[in-house]
């Protein structure tokens, strides 16, 4: 899952990547192709172009700046505030210089540039970092409106309305929600892929498990079939303790493959317990006994370590003890019961070791 992950991740990484440049070279683009024009057609309408030129300036070093701070991964500044305030402070300064007829007029640039330019420095910070950039671009443009147009009426107020929502809010709000949806979109898009693989590992591992659940069940067939095939048309006695041996031998490996297939802590102790069961279904007394960590063991370690045991206790008469003892490099399972007509107690053992 390690490998499906990161590649969820670089595809998340990938779309915010393309998202970065995205606004990048939208907000670089309107900063030189549409604003420097309009500054030098109108720069005779500034109280003092130089200054003018130097608010541009300003605002193309914060621009220069938050690229590179954006396309590295960083934030533009410690603090959003400090972000809204470099903004708004070299808008401010652009703004100042605008006759106040002109403020609703293309010699204006900042009114648009302040917004788009504050979206890119504090591109993933909270809306309110945003809002507090409208708000105070709006205010200060409608303050130098106030204070320096004295030819104020209904249609200039209505005018800069207009100008204010499409220029100071609709095209860097359009910019925004473009960022915020592709930045979401790179979110589901990692989520779902994770997702894809996720099912696809799930999916392996089950095929995995029916492909090896199918060769026990065919390993077990090999055995099991011909004993019911026997019983089933006489040529084997069901009252011969030969067979009954067989039958509970067989009984006692597919009690072992159930338990095969079932998610617990111990898969050795569980398998154990499943086949003591098969001894006591016949009135055996089975004690189990564990010594020591058991280490984790492959399938076929486990059947080797279970067989033994499954011998003593189909032998086993009236009682049966089974030991497990577990340690960093091995693991032993020994078995003992007594055995109808045996005065000694049968005793097997099997031993497994790291290789």
Known sequence: MT??????????????????ISV??????????????????????????????????????????GSIRLLTGRPAFAHWWWSAAAVIAAGALAVAMVPGDQITGAANWAFGDVVLIGVLL????????FG????????LNLSVLLLTDHHIDLT?????????????????????????ALDDAA?????????????????????????ARRERYESLRGQVAPLLDGLADGS???????????????????????????????????????????????????????????????LEARRILTEPAIEALVASSTW?????????DEVIVSAVGDQAGRADPVWLEARWQHQ
């Open 122 to 129: 504090m591109l993933r910070e909270r809306l309110i970092a």
């Open 236 to 298: 084997l006695d069901p009252d011969s303790p030969d067979v009954q041996r067989r039958c509970a031998i067989e009984a006692a490996r597919l009690r072992r493959l159930f338990a095969e297939s079932d998610d617990v802590p111990d898969p050795l102790l569980h398998e154990v317990r499943a086949c003591a069961n098969v001894a006591e279904r016949r009135g055996v007394l089975v004690e189990l006994a564990t010594a020591g960590p058991l280490p984790e063991l492959p």
């Open 132 to 139: 507090v950039v409208f708000l105070a671009n709006i205010l």
């Open 24 to 65: 990048v070279v939208i907000v670089g683009v309107w900063h030189v192709v549409y604003v420097l024009p309009s500054l030098v057609l109108s720069a005779g309408l500034y109280r003092a172009a130089g200054t003018e030129l130097i608010a541009w300036a300003l605002l193309a070093a914060l621009l220069v700046h």
């Open 3 to 20: 490998g499906e992950g990161d590649q969820a991740a670089r595809i998340r990484s990938g779309l915010a990547r393309a998202l970065d």
């Open 320 to 328: 049966a003890r089974v030991t497990v003892y577990g340690g960093p």
């Open 156 to 180: 200039v107020i209505a005018r800069f309305l207009v100008i204010a929502c499409a220029g100071g809010v609709l095209v860097p709000s359009a910019v925004l929600l473009a960022a915020r």
């Open 187 to 211: 979110a589901v898009a990692g989520f779902a892929t994770a997702q894809r693989a996720e099912s696809s590992a799930d999916r392996e591992v089950a095929d995995a498990l029916h492909e």
